[in-house]
């Protein structure tokens, strides 16, 4: 899904509806993430404990959003 049929289909939300958006454009954000700050994102997915399948979605914005402070 791109930009514009995110931004598209949000016109007609309601607060789930928004959260759910909210994230998806957030996760788009690791397509043009700076090669340093995709490094950080990989070595910090590989160091959890768990498996990725365990992570939730809370989990891994807040790892991407690290990994852009990082770099």
Do not use: K, Y
Request: proline residues 3%.
């Amino acid at each position: 899904m791109n930009v514009s049929a995110l931004n598209a289909a949000v016109a007609n939300e309601d607060a789930t509806t928004h959260d759910l958006f909210s994230a998806v454009r957030q996760l788009q954000r690791i397509h043009t993430m700076p090669m340093a700050a995709l490094s950080q994102l990989v070595a910090a997915l590989e160091c959890r404990p768990d498996a990725l399948e365990a992570l939730s979605v809370g989990q891994l914005l807040a790892m991407v959003r690290d990994a852009e402070v990082a770099a």
